[in-house]
């Protein structure tokens, strides 16, 4: 027979266990509620700084664009689609010229005044020949522009005459050929008709203050003369070269010439005395510098030796050299405006490199600061697991 206290101990027993589990069963669950909240708390935490950093990488691409400078911007997209050149071609073919003499002739271009025209030559089969250019203006006067004096060749790639002109009207170019055999000849006339002449030599910011530009046609010994008003105490540049090439001579004393400036008060500045004019691409310059106010007389004689010769010229403003102070009358100086001086004194003026640099440092700061933080809190957030 069983004791019956025995049995009351054991049934304690057993109910004491049975509470201990259901006390631990709770505790599980509760911990494993909590571990999972603060799992997730740790995923939105997450997700809360990666809307930062994607947010805050958007502000700094946001001020990068606002600060780069939007005229540079605009000029790359309104050229990027132009075309740049504006030449144009009267002629641009290949022809066959015959042995042993053969011409070719073009009549009636109509050319502009003071533009540059090129006539490009080339051989294209392998022969040899001598070739003469000739242009007629519209008074029928005759440039000799190209003469060779040995046979050119393939070889020797492309020949570029330069012309530029005096007057306006039709014109007409004569090609002549003189060979052995039978041979193809490239024949190319362009211009652009931007390219004036001297133009491309001279400095845009002297083309705006020009106060005279001129290309006039010479023959031997003739005498232009030009009146132009000038201030007193001013440096002005003065520009002249040869625009028309000449054929079959040498550079030496093939253009020679005379030039005077006479100021207001009859008193004469020879510049140049028989000073031989250079190649067509080359220009003479000379500064000079006003005394007196008034009309100015500019004299200019050319001596060469062909028939007729196309110069260029041109006097800009350059700057002022004195205060035109006599040293009796001394000009008083103008009052300052007093605001003017305190607007100038507490301006502050940022460049808009600086803006960009500083935004983009703030920006670089701001991300590093914000992966610390991401950082930590996942440091923080993995101690919490159990062990």
């Known amino acids: 027979m069983k004791n019956p206290t025995n049995k009351r101990i054991f049934g304690r027993i057993s109910l004491a266990l049975l509470v201990l589990s259901s006390i631990n069963v709770q505790k599980w669950k509760s911990s494993s509620r909590n571990l999972k909240n603060c799992r997730c708390t740790v995923i939105n935490s997450r997700k809360k700084w990666i809307y930062i950093v994607a947010i805050t990488i958007g502000l700094v691409l946001f001020g990068v664009a606002s600060t780069y400078p939007r005229v540079g911007l605009g000029k790359v997209e309104q050229t990027a689609g132009l075309n740049t050149s504006s030449e144009q071609n009267l002629v641009d073919k290949v022809f066959t010229f015959l042995a042993p003499n053969d011409t070719l002739r073009f009549d009636d271009f109509y050319l502009s005044k003071s533009i540059n025209y090129y006539v490009l030559l080339e051989i294209v089969t392998p022969h040899n020949c001598e070739i003469n250019v000739s242009i007629i203006d519209p008074v029928l006067d005759v440039y000799e522009v190209f003469q060779t004096e040995v046979n050119i060749s393939q070889n020797d790639d492309w020949f570029e005459i330069p012309f530029g002109t005096a007057v ?109 004019v250079g190649s067509v691409g080359t220009m003479m310059h000379f500064d000079f510098g006003t005394a007196v106010e008034g009309i100015y007389s500019v004299k200019i004689q050319i001596y060469c030796q062909v028939d007729v010769v196309n110069i260029a010229y041109a006097i800009s403003e350059d700057y002022q050299i004195s205060t035109v102070n006599n040293g009796t009358d001394p000009d008083p100086d103008p009052d300052p405006d007093p605001q003017t001086n305190e607007t100038l004194s507490g301006y502050f003026y940022v460049p808009a490199e600086w803006t960009l640099g500083f935004g983009i440092v703030a920006g670089v700061v701001l991300g590093i600061l914000t992966i610390f933080g991401v950082l930590k809190r996942r440091d923080d957030s993995v101690s919490l697991k159990p062990n």
Do not use: W
């Open 168 to 276: 306006e009207g039709n014109y007409s170019f004569i090609i002549s050929v003189a060979c052995e055999l039978n041979l193809n000849l490239h024949v190319k006339i362009s211009f652009d008709s931007a390219d004036k002449c001297l133009y491309d030599m001279i400095s845009p910011q002297f083309l705006e203050t020009m106060k005279l530009y001129q290309v006039n046609k010479f023959t031997n010994g003739m005498v232009v003369e030009h009146n132009i008003d000038l201030r007193t105490d001013v440096s002005y540049k003065f520009y002249l070269g040869r625009v028309s090439a000449i054929g079959g001579l040498t550079v030496e004393d093939q253009v020679r010439v005379f030039y005077d400036v006479i100021d207001d008060e009859d008193v004469v500045f020879t510049i140049y005395q028989n000073k031989t």
